[in-house]
């Protein structure tokens, strides 16, 4: 059932399990729990569409590098009702406890992981894990140049049919019909409530724009609100914090165009690094350093891709201009071009893996919301690790372009003239509840329960230690299929 809470006569709801939030993570442990027995609450602070109002819950206060304000969308579906689809699951060195990653280490390995990445795929349609083989992809993409040498990997972001990426849509009327799930709109947690002795969560208190009230209580608590809100909940609710770890941690995956590759000829065909190409499902590749760079370089796993440029900037304008009309000059416009340009240089976009620094945080600003709860406030810079990574990513690439023929690089972060100042957020907010074996440096223990308390889970890619350089929402949902599994036994 799906239905506004201002519309319930009760102000008194139970569960077996309540989850707070309904995006990737809370739409994928609602229908993993939807045949378990278990009855389930849903509580979603917005309702079909974003508003004005479900949005101004997201206001956040900013230093240094700031937070996009559309990164996060309050509405059933969460931000799956806006995101690009891509699918890419970590790379087993990101699960490692790297010497030269402080706070690094995941408390399982990517093997852990796997069998949940596969039904993760299965759940949502996905691509299999080994569709991200550098071998399968090569087999089927003849006419791609794909570079993969001892030094430099080719490695591949997958794209989910298109039909699937909106999680409201998709799943709206599976809990419409559902008689284990409740999902209830417009019903914005307020405050997560403890028992005397602190170690429960005894209820969760819902007030509505209207000025209703409710008390939600359950046997486990699971929120699910994304990755800066969680720790946000946590954080003005007093939950867990006994360490000071929550909000510690942000990560994300800084992003920006840096370096021209000039191509020795125009017939490489590189467009697999910048295009999705149909090769067994849609996929665009990238370029990292080997896990052995890596090691013995002692640097982060970041990332690139590259974009076209034409021989000309002025022809490339123009084309761009014409190719979004459609009449006959147009078409013949289009045609000459084809023939006439070809891509003679690209330039790099590079995808940054960052330090899980404690200084990299979330917490309360003296702003409040509706309710009088602190807004975020997120202070988030690049540590000299996350620069010295990216320079060893063009160095090393520099050299392995030039060897294999494919071009020469020009970049900034090779020259050390890159300001950085061109770096935004990827909308991918990670970090800040920490999975961790040790309640001084972490919030949630392997199974996403908060170290203290005996009933509360927490979703999302708040729980990942690191980061790697993977678009977050496969694991997301690979680590929540995995709690969905832990709340069914317990
Ligand atoms: C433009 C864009 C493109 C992206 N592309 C990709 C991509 O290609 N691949 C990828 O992996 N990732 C991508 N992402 C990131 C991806 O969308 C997120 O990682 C993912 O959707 C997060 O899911 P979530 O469930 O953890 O959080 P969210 O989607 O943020 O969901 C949180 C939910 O909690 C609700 N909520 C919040 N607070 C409360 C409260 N107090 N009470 C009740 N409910 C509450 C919200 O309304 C929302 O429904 C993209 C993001 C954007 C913005």
Same mark, same amino acid.
Request: aromatic content about 8%; glycine content about 10%.
């Given at each position: 059932m799906i239905k506004d809470i201002n519309t319930v006569k009760d102000s008194f709801l139970d569960a077996d399990v309540c989850?707070?939030?309904?995006?990737?993570?809370?739409? !994928?442990?609602?229908?993993?729990?939807? %045949?378990s027995g278990k009855k389930v609450i849903m509580l979603e602070s917005g309702s079909m569409q974003k508003t004005q109002v479900s949005q101004s819950f997201y206001d956040l206060e900013n230093t240094n590098l700031a937070i996009d304000p559309n990164s996060r969308i309050r509405? =059933?579906?969460?931000?799956?009702?806006? #995101?690009?689809?891509? #699918?890419?699951?970590?790379?087993?060195?990101?699960?490692?406890q790297r010497d030269w990653v402080p706070f690094s280490g995941w408390p399982m390995t990517r093997e852990t992981l796997s069998p949940y990445y596969e039904r993760a795929a299965k759940v949502f349609s996905g691509p299999a894990l080994e569709t991200f083989d550098v071998q399968n992809v090569s087999k089927f993409s003849k006419n791609n140049y794909i570079l993969d040498t001892n030094n430099v990997k080719t490695t591949f972001l997958r794209i989910l049919p298109h039909e699937k990426w909106d999680f409201?849509?998709? /799943? $709206?009327?599976?809990?419409? $019909?559902?008689?284990?799930?409740?999902? =209830?709109? %417009?019903?914005?947690?307020?405050?997560?409530?403890?028992?005397?002795?602190h170690q429960k969560v005894s209820e969760l208190l819902v007030q509505t724009v209207l000025g209703k009230k409710f008390n939600i209580r359950a046997g486990y608590y699971v929120v699910a609100c994304g990755g800066i809100e969680n720790a946000r909940l946590l954080l003005f609710s007093d939950v867990g914090n006994q360490n000071d770890q929550v909000g510690r /941690? /942000?990560?994300? &995956?800084?992003? =920006?165009?840096?370096?021209?590759?000039?191509?020795?000829t125009r017939d490489l065909n590189l467009s697999l690094y910048w295009k999705p190409q149909n090769i067994n499902?849609?996929?665009?590749?990238?370029? $990292?350093?080997s896990e052995d760079v890596q090691r013995n370089l002692g640097v982060l796993n970041s990332y690139v891709h590259f974009l076209p440029g034409y021989v000309s900037d002025q022809y490339a304008f123009l084309a761009l201009k014409v190719f979004a009309s459609n009449n006959?000059?147009?078409?013949?416009f289009r045609a000459l071009m084809r023939f006439y340009t070809g891509i003679s240089k690209v330039q790099v976009r590079n995808f940054m893996e960052q330090t899980p620094s404690p200084e990299n945080r979330i917490s309360l600003s003296d702003r409040k919301d509706m309710f009088d709860n602190p807004l975020a406030k997120v202070e988030w810079s690049l540590s000299a690790l996350d620069k010295q990574s990216l320079f060893a990513l063009h160095t090393v690439?520099?050299?392995?372009?030039? $060897?294999?023929?494919?071009?020469?690089?020009?970049?900034?972060?090779?020259?050390?003239?890159? !300001? =950085?100042?061109?770096?935004?957020?990827?909308?991918? &907010?990670?970090?800040?509840?920490?999975?961790?074996g040790d309640p001084r440096y972490s919030v949630v223990d392997e199974n996403c329960k908060v170290h203290s308390i005996d009933n509360l889970f927490v979703a999302g890619s708040s729980v990942f230690p690191t980061s790697g350089h993977a678009n977050p929402t496969a694991t997301i949902i690979a680590?929540?299929?995995?709690?969905?599994? &832990?709340?069914?036994?317990s």
């Open positions: 989850i707070i939030g309904t995006g990737a993570a809370g739409i !994928t442990l609602g229908l993993e729990l939807a %045949n509405a =059933f579906g969460g931000t799956t009702t806006v #995101w690009g689809g891509g #699918w890419k699951p970590l790379d087993p060195i990101d699960f490692e409201a849509k998709n /799943y $709206q009327k599976l809990f419409e $019909q559902s008689a284990s799930v409740d999902v =209830f709109f %417009n019903a914005p947690v307020t405050k997560i409530v403890l028992d005397n002795k /941690y /942000y990560m994300d &995956h800084p992003k =920006f165009v840096s370096g021209n590759v000039m191509l020795k499902g849609l996929a665009i590749a990238g370029l $990292q350093l006959v000059l147009s078409k013949t690439l520099k050299k392995e372009l030039e $060897q294999s023929g494919v071009g020469r690089l020009a970049s900034p972060i090779c020259e050390h003239t890159e !300001t =950085f100042a061109s770096i935004r957020d990827a909308s991918h &907010h990670m970090g800040t509840t920490r999975m961790g680590l929540t299929i995995r709690l969905a599994d &832990h709340l069914k036994s």
